[in-house]
């Protein structure tokens, strides 16, 4: 899961490759002309995870462990995007697959708000269907159904086994054994595969650099909803709701507008707390 890099701060960029001395190399070799030609956003969620690589490399604060973990991170998301867009492409029939003519209805309330036990207990209708974590983040092409009980096996073995590498420290496998994943999770797993995340711009060495204040004041990310709707659609062609989609992150307040742009018949849980009690 972790990468064995030797980071240096030197980058050049040449025809879309970013060519440094450590082995964190992003690129676009992989995502086919169709899906490029089709999928124009792609140079723009491109763009994002550069930006972010080359802060998380300039960045003196960060130790050798920290910067190989997000290194691997960006890596990891960005492979995975590729690979959907490249699968869309490919299977461009469920594109045009409509998706549930209800929703998605949408928990969107602030954290600390009670999001997630409102999220979990939605989910317990059966004519609903909310992203699984393995949908999201384990092997996630081709898509499998909730009811393939193989496939979700195999894709928590291979988690499983991720977490019980000898790569990770003792201190990663301590919190991952006490901070178990819920069989649903937060679409957030699928806009940070756009480069859609708040933590990365955190790590910016320099509030003046151009780019990383390009991340910083582009808050509505119109390119992480056109990712996040062609995974939504993908899902949808291999298990379908009787009747909703059901989604939650807190994320999608900061960009409603471009979010109803793509889910017309969204409806919206906005929870509340007063935190002054």
């Not at 697959?97 to 209708?125: E, F, H, K, S, W």
């Not at 983040?137 to 991720?162: E, L, W």
Request: glycine residues 2%; proline residues 3%; contains cysteine.
């Amino acid at each position: 899961m972790l990468n064995s890099m030797s980071m240096t701060s030197s980058d050049q960029t040449n025809n879309d490759h970013s060519t440094t001395s450590n082995d964190t190399i992003l690129h676009e070799d992989d995502l086919t002309e169709q899906a490029k030609n089709h999928f124009t956003y792609h140079s723009d969620i491109f763009r994002t995870f550069e930006s972010y690589r080359q802060s998380i490399l300039r960045n003196k604060h960060i130790t050798s462990v920290g910067r190989n973990f997000f290194l691997s991170e960006l890596q990891n998301l960005h492979t995975s995007c590729k690979r959907v867009l490249n699968y869309a492409i490919e299977h461009n029939k469920f594109v045009d697959q409509n998706l549930p003519t209800i929703g998605p209805l949408v928990v969107c309330g602030l954290a600390r708000t009670g999001t997630t036990l409102l999220y979990n207990l939605l989910a317990c209708d059966q004519q609903c269907r909310a992203p699984l974590f393995t949908d999201m983040c384990i092997d996630i092409v081709p898509p499998i159904a909730r009811s393939d009980s193989t496939g979700q096996k195999r894709r928590m073995d291979i988690f499983n086994s991720q977490m019980n590498s000898d790569q990770l420290s003792d201190l990663l496998i301590r919190i991952a054994a006490s901070h178990a994943h819920f069989p649903i999770e937060e679409d957030s797993y699928i806009t940070r595969q756009a480069g859609y995340f708040s933590m990365f711009p955190l790590l910016s060495h320099n509030e003046d650099d151009d780019t990383e204040n390009w991340i910083r004041n582009q808050i509505s990310k119109d390119y992480a909803y056109d990712y996040h709707e062609i995974f939504l659609r993908m899902l949808n062609s291999v298990d379908m709701p009787k009747s909703h989609w059901l989604l939650k992150s807190p994320f999608h307040i900061f960009c409603l507008d471009k979010f109803l742009q793509h889910y017309r018949n969204a409806l919206l849980i906005m929870t509340h707390r007063n935190l002054l009690r």
